[in-house]
């Protein structure tokens, strides 16, 4: 049989160990509610953190918003409108100034708070008054000023009625705003003739077939420009462009800055002037110490026509342009005097077609006489195709029997200024060089003192027979069309970086 199991027995529990478990149980009790209290403290501190970075953050969004209704004054000129509302006629719109590092007589810009008048005076007889005023802000009343064009600035479309501004326009980045010109036939420009080539280009509008279209087409950009053309002249947004009329060589570089502020881009003129000046005085300055000085002189022969009552006519240049660069470049101008401006000349010829620095010979001979002291001769003949050796010395007359009277024949310097040319008959002489001082006069430098190594951008000696031509052709455009690219050596296009001739004072 089993036992069967018995009820354990416990011990009494002593009162004295009763007290302490209550007493530890007390403890645990308080410690709890410490402990429960503690957090509830910490849960309300992070409370309160939150709501305090809340706050916070909902003040810095209303000054946020405050501060950015505010409206501050432009630290450089715009490239677009004011926006609505923001108009402060208080600010100056026009923090970067035209700086003429090349002073120029023929034209100035005045600046006011929200427009700028630029006054062209280069011809004194149709001076322009052109009000320019920063879009977004209101018209300014000009009724005092007498202006010949008020235009909102910065334009962004233009109309080119002339080839030479293209390299200005170029030289300032804003080749993609030429919308409509009159004729591609004639540029130098790669990028152009690339863009047309693509269908790409500006419109095409030839006002001496359709002046009525090419007039019309005016209405489409925001400017136009010309020179010497009654009929772009007739429209209303119509500036006129007369860079090449500068009779200074070097103020023609400034021309860049009256086109410059009508994109509201003085600060970049500014700086593309100063690099071509520095350069130019940089060559200007290294020529003059160069000695014996050479003599030039710039000749052209315009065979019998009926622009000349039929004459075989030898004509003398002394356009201050020429003058300028070859005193700059350490040579001397031909010292005929002007007493003896039209000598063997046709007196009703050169009254008809005769300035005051053109010397017109219808006598050979006297022509000839003239030309025995000249070490460099520039020919400016316009021949239909490129012309050759050949094609130069017959259209003087000229046999090596002659060598022993003109120097600059036995010494081989005859040079044209056409060995940057087009297909469809155009000539860079200009275009780019209108504008690159600098380069011209470095070639100037070479050509006067027969620096046979030496490469040039517009002049060739008629001697090397058109070998240093430059075709300029579409594909000479950079990749992108707008790179920053210069004229140089056999191609290249001429972008928005002017290039320079090493020089070192």
Known sequence: MSTPEKEPVYAPVPASEEKNAAVLEEQITAQKLEQDLAKKKQRTRMIWIFVGVGVILVAGLVLGLVFGLKTYAPSENLKDCVAEGKYDASFDYFPNKLNLYVPNPNFEVKYFKNYKVITNSLDPLNVEKIVLYQCGTPKPDVKDINATLVLPVPIKSIFVGDTTSIAFLELLGVR????????????????????NATGNGPKLVDGYVDAAAALSATTQVDLSIDYLDSNTKKAKNYATFPATADLSAYNR?????????????ESKANEIMKTMADNYNCIKSKNQAVSPKPVVAWVEHQPPSSYNFNQSVFILNRWPVYVQYTLDAGATNITTPLATVNAGANSTLAG??????????????AFMKVLETVDVLIDETYFFTSASIDDVLKEYGWTTADEATFKFLKNKQIWRDDKRITVGGGTDWYETAVVSANLVLNDLTVLAHNKQNVDTTYFRNIWKNGTDIVKITADMCGASGKDALSVQGLGKEFGSTPKVISCSA
Do not use: E
């Open 176 to 195: 993609d705003t030429i919308k409509v010109t009159d004729s591609l036939q004639y540029t130098t420009s790669p990028c152009l003739l690339a863009a």
């Open 253 to 265: 570089i400034s021309w860049l800055g009256f086109l410059a502020a009508f994109y509201n881009l």
């Open 352 to 365: 008809l077609i005769g300035t005051p620095f053109r010397t017109y010979f219808t006598d050979r001979a």
